[in-house]
């Protein structure tokens, strides 16, 4: 049994939704500090989970929510309302749901805005820095949906309005003195 040692000792961790220090206490599981520490480290499984949950879900909501209320205010089939950035995040969505989260190849070549962040047949495994881009492809897809849909309307924001919305900014954030 590898793990980490300490005075002769392997040290876990356990973990439980209750109050450790009580005598009723369901203890819910027991892992080795080395593994617990791994499983929520940077690109570990529980950060892997998290990415994965967010595309999932966001994913979600267009299709669900925003999609088909666009398409009946458009008065257009559903089908017919296309984003590319969307469009990648139900190619990413439907490996992580059924393929376990392993993007093939064909899969891998109908990204069309998110290509560059995975490999073609292997496991989606995204860093902070890509989570951030796929946020700011967001943006930018809700600025461009905003105009393209409303641009002809009374009152319709002009694209300088919306500048916040679809910038584009790929890098780390820096705070500024």
Not at 13 to 40: W, Y
Not at 41 to 56: D, K, T
Not at 83 to 111: E, M, P, Q, T, W
Not at 139 to 165: C, F, M, N, Q, R
Request: with cysteine.
């Amino acid at each position: 049994m590898s793990g980490r040692i300490e005075n002769g000792k392997t040290i876990v961790m356990r973990a439980s939704l209750e109050d450790p220090t009580r005598s009723d206490v369901i203890h819910q599981r027991t892992i080795r500090a080395d593994e617990f520490i791994t499983a929520n480290s940077e690109a570990g499984f529980n950060e892997q989970q998290v990415c994965w949950a967010i595309i999932v879900f966001i994913f979600a909501y267009w299709d669900e929510k925003i999609r088909p209320q666009i398409a009946k205010i458009r008065g257009v089939k559903l089908d017919e309302v296309r984003i590319n950035a969307f469009g990648d995040l139900r190619v990413l969505r439907i490996s992580i749901v059924h393929k376990g989260g392993v993007l093939g190849a064909a899969n891998h070549a109908k990204l069309k805005v998110f290509n560059g962040l995975c490999q073609a047949d292997a496991k989606i495994s995204l860093t902070h820095d890509q989570m951030h881009t796929i946020f700011v492809a967001i943006k930018s897809a809700i600025g461009s949906l905003i105009l393209e849909y409303t641009a002809h309307l009374p009152g319709a924001p002009k694209p300088e309005d919306i500048v916040d919305v679809a910038i584009r900014n790929t890098g780390r954030r820096v705070a500024q003195a």
